[in-house]
């Protein structure tokens, strides 16, 4: 997994560590760090969005 060459790496791993996403969606949330526009909200929205989309996966293929 690339890391993220920013002053703010440290802040970006706390945030990688606080929801449990898999390694594709936190590569997603890297890509997003690196844009120039990328802010810490945005970085938050995204990381919830992507969590709750694995969550609901996982629901529909555990009913399955």
């Known amino acids: 997994m690339n890391t993220c060459n920013s ?3 440290l802040a970006l791993g706390k ?3 606080k929801y ?5 969606n936190k ?3 890297i890509l997003l760090a690196q844009r120039k526009t990328a802010t ?3 970085l938050h929205r995204q990381a919830r969005k ?3 989309q694995q ?3 996982q629901q529909q ?3 399955q």
Request: net charge positive; aromatic share 8%.
């Open 7 to 9: 002053i703010n790496s």
């Open 50 to 52: 992507l969590e709750f």
């Open 55 to 57: 969550t609901v996966t």
């Open 40 to 42: 810490w909200s945005a």
């Open 27 to 29: 590569q997603k949330i």
């Open 15 to 17: 945030l990688l560590k």
């Open 61 to 63: 293929q555990q009913q």
């Open 20 to 24: 449990k996403l898999t390694p594709k």
